[in-house]
């Protein structure tokens, strides 16, 4: 089990900061993912800042060069934004098609991979929770609005869906950790 992200705060002063897998910082970068075997969505914020997203498309007929891809991509894109949280969204496995199922789970799989092997704290997050933060594929509009784009697609809509669970349950965890410690003072 991962450890908790969350907003420490220190209450002999204002200051406040994030604490992702036990390490404290000022304001963490979140590589946020939709994981896909053809179309990746991502975002990139830095504490509650949007920085950027888009969507990779990995070249490649078969599936072992699209995921083989897809893992270089992300790779680069880790040594280029050194996140502190890779947050990704889970695969649903209910798709019609088993073959389906099992290609995204590898890509899944190897992207959470990836994040340890570079020793990244890797979070999870259901496409449920995805959902509820607003921003997500069905709402196209309202999520380009919110990053300051005059549009997206399903999944980079999705990935900043992902960013903002993650950004949702540290402000969450934050929130008990603070009532707790007035409760305690």
Not at 12 to 36: E, F, V
Not at 40 to 64: E, H, N, R
Not at 122 to 133: A, C, F, L, M, N
Request: some cysteine; glycine content about 10%; aromatic content about 6%.
């Amino acid at each position: 089990m991962s450890d908790p992200i969350i907003l420490a705060l220190d209450p002999s002063s204002t200051n406040m900061g994030w604490c992702i897998g036990g390490k404290h910082m000022s304001d963490p970068i979140i590589l946020a993912l939709d994981p896909s075997s053809t179309n990746v969505g991502w975002c990139v914020g830095q504490g509650d800042q949007y920085i950027a997203s888009g969507v990779f498309k990995p070249v490649g007929k078969g599936a072992t060069q699209r995921v083989m891809a897809i893992v270089e991509w992300a790779d680069a894109v880790i040594i280029e934004r050194d996140p502190d949280l890779i947050a990704l969204e889970e695969p649903m496995g209910s798709h019609a098609n088993l073959k389906t199922d099992r290609l995204l789970a590898r890509v899944y799989g190897n992207l959470e991979c990836l994040g340890i092997l570079r020793g990244i704290e890797v979070k999870p997050y259901h496409p449920s929770t995805v959902k509820k933060t607003g921003f997500h594929k069905k709402s196209l509009v309202l999520t380009a609005a919110y990053i300051g784009k005059s549009d997206i697609g399903q999944d980079e809509a999705d990935a900043v869906g992902v960013w903002t669970a993650a950004l949702n349950e540290m402000r969450a965890v934050a929130i008990l950790l603070l009532t707790q410690s007035q409760r305690e003072g």
